[in-house]
Structures are given as structure tokens and as C-alpha cells.
């Protein structure tokens, strides 16, 4: 009954069927701990991407009542649901790294770009053991991927697939967004007062920079909130 579970199959054969059940419930808490950070989370982005025009229109819709992106929660769930339905839990893991932890490497080795291209910008926090430390990051995130594709090309070529047909879709629908933004003063990404971002990215930048309390009172009333 632990057969997917190899930590808990192994204790359950030494005999430890409690500890094996006691691994089994603290990963199901875990699992559900990450679910509703990332229902409370994703929605979020998918909200300031829309207000950017980076998505359609219509997931930026707010609550006339409770004040929420419920557009936007119910494509996540929608997607979630979707993904719950037709894959196995080893898939879903497996999907989350090829279609995350590449994108996790570029945010990392942009600091290496923003290092060189804006050496004099404040950096209030500067990253430890640089360069050594994002190169290791970096190193292991292509490692997972190069894996992923020896290991179970089939599914990591579906994986890549899905993710790169965005690359057509934003071209044909959702580029107009970022020019736009960028033509406008004070908004998009050449706007002095946005800091370079656009409506949508600046108010999902002012709750990450919020204290906990502030990301709780944000999340649940993106109208109240002053930014």
C-alpha cells in the first residue's frame, strides 16, 4: 500500500507501519499546504498578467462582492482539476519541475545580465558567494532537466511541448500588451512611476514586498488596497 511512497514503504518493511503512516500524513499535509499557497498565489499572477494584457481581458475581473479574481481562481482550479484528472502524482511532480525549475535557472542567471548591465543599480540585498552560488542553482536546474529527458523523453517532450506553444500564442494575442505598456508614462516598463512594471505586475510586486499580514489583507481585497 506504500509502494509510491518509498519512504514509507521502507519503514513499513522494518516493521514501523506507524511511522510509515505518520511519513504518509505529513506529506499529505504538505501537499495541501503548497495547494492552497498556490490557489491563493497563481490566480494572483494570472490576474496582473491579464491587467498588463498579457492574458485576456476578462481574467482580471474582480468580485462586484468579495472583491477577489474570480476569474482568475476558477482557470487555476479549472487547470488544476484538469491536470488532477489526467495525470498520476509522479507526472504532476515530474510536469512541475520541467515546467517550472527552467524558468527558476533564467530568473537565477539573469542576476549574472543585471550584474553587467546595471553594475551601479542599489542593491539593498546582494547575493551570498556570488558568482559561485547561482552557477551551482543553475548547474542542478539543468542537471533535473537533462535527467528528466534521458529518463522519460516522452513525457518531458510533452512537457516542453505545452510550455513553448505559449511562445506563438503570446506573439499572436498578447505582445500588443507589452508594447503598449511600454508606450504608456508611468505605467508600463518604461514608466518612471511603475519601476518598470506595468499596473498588473506592480500591484503583485507590492503585495510579494508586503509584510504577512498586508499579502492576507491584499489576497483577499485587491480593491482595498491602497498601491
Given amino acids: 500500500k506504500f509502494l509510491n511512497a518509498p519512504v514509507a514503504y521502507a519503514l513499513s518493511l522494518i516493521g514501523l507501519e506507524w511511522a510509515a503512516g505518520l511519513v504518509s500524513a505529513g506529506a499529505v499535509a504538505g501537499i495541501t499546504s503548497v495547494?492552497?499557497?498556490?490557489?491563493?498565489?497563481?490566480?494572483?499572477?494570472?490576474?496582473?498578467?491579464?491587467?498588463?494584457?498579457?492574458?485576456?481581458?476578462?481574467?482580471?475581473?474582480?468580485?462586484?462582492?468579495?472583491?477577489?479574481?474570480?476569474?482568475?481562481?476558477?482557470?487555476?482550479?479549472?487547470?488544476?482539476?484538469?491536470?488532477?484528472?489526467?495525470?498520476?502524482?509522479?507526472?504532476?511532480?515530474?510536469?512541475?519541475?520541467?515546467?517550472?525549475?527552467?524558468?527558476y535557472a533564467l530568473s537565477v542567471a539573469a542576476i549574472y545580465r543585471l550584474r553587467k548591465s546595471q553594475p551601479h543599480l542599489n542593491r539593498p540585498y546582494k547575493v551570498v558567494?556570488?558568482?559561485?552560488?547561482?552557477?551551482?542553482?543553475?548547474?542542478?536546474?539543468i542537471y533535473l532537466v537533462v535527467n528528466a529527458l534521458i529518463t522519460d523523453p516522452k513525457w518531458t517532450s510533452i512537457t516542453f511541448a505545452v510550455v513553448l506553444a505559449g511562445l506563438p500564442v503570446y506573439y499572436l494575442w498578447f505582445s500588443g500588451g507589452t508594447k503598449l505598456a511600454a508606450q504608456q508614462p508611468g505605467r508600463g516598463i518604461r514608466g518612471k512611476g511603475a519601476g518598470g512594471m506595468g499596473a498588473g505586475s506592480l500591484r503583485l510586486y507590492s503585495y510579494w514586498r508586503s509584510s504577512a499580514a498586508d499579502r492576507v489583507r491584499i489576497a483577499l481585497n485587491l480593491k482595498g488596497v491602497p498601491y
Fill in 35 to 103: 495547494m492552497i499557497v498556490m490557489l491563493m498565489s497563481q490566480p494572483r499572477i494570472f490576474f496582473a498578467m491579464a491587467d498588463d494584457k498579457l492574458l485576456f481581458k476578462s481574467i482580471a475581473s474582480v468580485h462586484p462582492k468579495w472583491h477577489t479574481p474570480w476569474v482568475a481562481i476558477s482557470v487555476a482550479s479549472a487547470l488544476g482539476v484538469a491536470m488532477v484528472m489526467t495525470q498520476t502524482f509522479e507526472q504532476l511532480t515530474d510536469t512541475f519541475v520541467l515546467a517550472m525549475w527552467p524558468f
Fill in 129 to 141: 558567494g556570488y558568482p559561485y552560488v547561482p552557477a551551482v542553482f543553475i548547474a542542478a536546474a
